[in-house]
């Protein structure tokens, strides 16, 4: 298999739901930070884009950000939703065609647009619609009717496990994994608080800047609260009605951006004589309860360490996507002595989770992590929504 390895990537300022980007369509914000990296690297031949998107519109959406962002229609593009994890996904299928020799240069990362999410709603065809509105039958229209004030079939969520559609399905999953695993407020909070000061001493000292790309006039990550204490966390409520632990804190936000990564095979390098400092070694996905989706990162470490014949003592730096302050936990307790070098720039509660570019923001982080500290080896991990955990092996 040809070695795969990344030229360099970029990525937006992270906003908040309907704040700088919430007139911004998620295939503007990619293309705009798209249009950035091709005009800082110049790839003489992109053979494939492949990017995560989680709430768009669906149809393709990367394919209609590539045109966007004004990229030759001859370049093929598609669309990878798995939730958390997408863009780790779009990463690994990436790296997976470079090694099978089927592409020598491709483009993967994410893009996320919550503010302009398009609301979802039941087709009156379907089981759930007949059996909660008795009205349906005769609105041939469908439901997703501007003259309609019942809203009780729309839904912004979508369905990740059997049974009823909760939209808070994740949170309670979140809830759930932090009873099961015996967490308390007081481990969450320390990470809560840990987060935000990592990545205020990372945005004060520029340490990602090399890496980000100011786009639509927003220059600085919204998420970051360097004022966030114990006292305001404790003044928090929970944010499920019959909840005892998660709170608008230990949850991660919701968000817009975008971030992409430049992959390339070894003969791209030696024919374009260029140089990388970063090798794709290795990746592991798998699946796990979907009822406590947080946990299934756990697994995707171990299975990664397993695959690579290594020991966490053999990485020097790990990149987690802490959607939840739990997730966290779960991870510095299986791996305690990696505290310092766990998100050392500042994770997801801080800077917040743009769903499908979230895996891409990580993987740019842990590069960067790997530079400042001298690792040789790095691991980039995240939980997805329906059980399934993925990581990403690095080595510098």
């Known amino acids: 298999m040809d070695k795969v390895f990344i030229l360099g990537g970029l990525r937006s300022y992270i906003g908040v739901r309907n704040s700088a980007y919430r007139h911004v369509p998620a295939e503007h914000l990619g293309a705009a930070v798209l249009k950035e990296l091709t005009n800082r690297y110049q790839p003489s031949k992109i053979d494939m884009i492949i990017c995560g998107n989680c709430v768009g519109g669906g149809g393709n959406i990367t394919r209609l950000m590539a045109l966007e962002a004004g990229l030759s229609e001859s370049i093929p593009s598609f669309t990878v939703d798995l939730q958390c994890a997408s863009s780790l996904e779009a990463v ?44 349906l039958s005769g609105n041939p229209a469908g439901i997703c009717n501007a003259h309609r004030t019942d809203l009780s079939l729309t839904y912004s969520t979508a369905k990740f496990i059997p049974g009823p559609h909760r939209e808070d399905v994740m949170l309670q999953g979140a809830e759930k994994t932090i009873c099961h695993y015996h967490i308390t407020p007081e481990e969450m909070d320390a990470w809560v608080l840990e987060s935000h000061r990592r990545a205020y001493r990372t945005a004060r000292e520029g340490l990602l800047d090399g890496i980000i790309v100011p786009v639509y ?180």
Request: glycine fraction near 8%.
């Open 217 to 396: 006039g927003l220059a600085h990550d919204e998420g970051i609260r360097p004022r966030l204490n114990q006292r305001l966390l404790d003044r928090l409520p929970c944010v499920l009605k019959d909840g005892r632990y998660l709170n608008a804190a230990n949850a991660c936000t919701m968000n817009d951006g975008a971030a992409f990564l430049l992959l390339c095979s070894e003969q791209y390098l030696k024919k374009h004589k260029l140089s990388s400092c970063f090798r794709f070694s290795n990746a592991c996905t798998v699946g796990a309860d979907p009822l406590m989706s947080p946990a299934s990162v756990l697994p995707a470490v171990r299975g990664l360490l397993e695959r690579s014949g290594l020991s966490m003592d053999d990485i020097g730096a790990i990149e987690c996507n802490e959607a939840f302050a739990a997730i966290d936990v779960l991870i510095n307790r299986a791996y305690p002595d990696k505290a310092s070098r766990y998100n050392p720039l500042g994770g997801a509660l801080a800077y917040g989770h743009p769903y499908g570019a979230s895996g891409a923001i990580i993987l740019l982080h842990l590069m960067r992590s790997m530079e400042l500290s001298k690792s040789c080896r790095g691991i980039c991990c995240a939980a997805a929504a329906g059980g399934i955990g993925s990581a990403i092996l690095l080595e510098r």
């Open 92 to 135: 690994i299928t990436a790296a997976a065609r470079i090694q099978s020799g089927l592409a020598d240069l491709v483009i993967a990362g994410g893009f996320e647009s919550s503010s302009t999410q398009p609301m979802r709603c039941y087709n009156p065809n379907h089981p759930y619609a007949a059996a909660h509105d008795d009205t």
